[in-house]
């Protein structure tokens, strides 16, 4: 069974853990909140993370855990909780660490319905691929050629 840690006890080993890595500490205990509306009445949630840190130009959310097992990603409470973490603070991904095993772990979430800019640029590629051979069909024609 895992169990994450919001706020960690062993709170300097894991800072050290975290710079050992080559990461840089940003924020401690970085708070978010959500507006939850529910039949038309506004609740605030809150999440609370153990830390944020940044490595090259990549910013995390740290997610701590104490599992002597290696954690399964896959395994719905987990991903729901490392999904809840990742959309809550925005950030390029969740940092998930064991301190157990005094392991690091980069979890990122890509859904395949997420349409990003390389999809709008396959999309405006076509479309003037399109209209380049309707174009070149129609000055055929005009010129009678074709």
Do not use: C
């Amino acid at each position: 069974m895992w169990n994450i840690l919001s706020t960690s006890k062993n709170h300097d080993e894991l800072a050290g853990l975290l710079r050992a890595g080559g990461y840089q500490i940003l924020g401690v205990k970085p708070k978010e909140q959500v507006l939850i509306s529910l039949a038309g009445q506004n609740h605030v949630g809150l999440l609370e993370a153990t830390f944020t840190v940044r490595k090259a130009d990549k910013k995390y959310v740290v997610v701590a855990h104490d599992s002597i097992d290696p954690l399964d990603p896959t395994e719905p409470a987990l991903r729901r909780a490392l999904l809840e973490y990742d959309r809550f603070f925005g950030l390029q991904g969740v940092l998930l660490v064991n301190l157990q095993r005094k392991e690091l772990a980069e979890v990122t979430f890509k859904f395949p319905r997420e349409r990003g800019l390389d999809f709008f640029f396959q999309f405006f590629a076509a479309m003037f691929f399109v209209g380049l051979v309707i174009g070149i069909i129609a000055l055929l024609v005009y010129l009678k050629l074709f």
